[in-house]
């Protein structure tokens, strides 16, 4: 039996290449996290920092924003909750749901988290110089809305 041809690309294929900064640059937030005193942050807790400010926001609207399920985000929150980052209350515009928001103490690592990122892309653009970075940037964020739009089609 023949083996059918499987199309290659030539190089390292733009998801692969996407795929592998993100990865790395939420290992790297844990290895902040986690050099700052903070052994208890975990990888999967990025998906709480990335989707939730300082106003708070709901499970659900934090779970669509990362791309997860409702359950998976549950159970990263109660994590975070137990460990003394989160905290969840009545959402004042409807008593009924569940406000997640941060804990003195998650706020501030949160904005350590954050100064962390700055302090990264800082260092990029240093290395890769002001105006390649931002073409960097320009692309990858023009990049989101076509790939919605292909998936409309």
């Known amino acids: ?6 199309p290659r690309p030539d190089r390292p294929p733009l998801i692969a290449l996407v795929d592998r900064a993100n990865r790395a640059l939420q290992s790297d937030m844990v290895r902040e996290a ?10 999967a807790h990025n998906a709480v920092f990335s989707t939730l400010n300082e ?7 934090m779970a669509a924003q990362a791309g ?3 359950q998976s985000m549950g ?3 109660r994590e975070m909750v137990a460990l003394g980052i989160l905290e969840m209350r009545p959402d004042p515009r409807d008593r009924r749901a569940k ?4 804990t003195k103490p998650g706020l501030e690592l949160a904005r350590s988290g954050f100064q962390h990122i700055i302090d990264l892309e800082k260092r990029f653009a ?14 990858l964020g023009r990049l989101v809305p076509l790939l919605d739009e292909i998936a409309e089609e």
Not at 34 to 43: A, D, F, I, L, S
Request: a negative charge; zero cysteines.
């Open 126 to 139: 240093d290395e890769f110089g002001d105006e390649e970075y931002e073409i960097v940037r320009t692309v």
């Open 68 to 70: 997860i399920t409702r």
């Open 55 to 61: 106003a708070g926001a709901r499970a659900t609207n």
């Open 99 to 102: 406000l997640v928001t941060y």
């Open 1 to 6: 039996m023949s083996r059918p041809d499987v």
């Open 34 to 43: 986690h050099r700052q005193g903070h052994q208890e942050v975990k990888y």
């Open 75 to 77: 159970e990263i929150i």
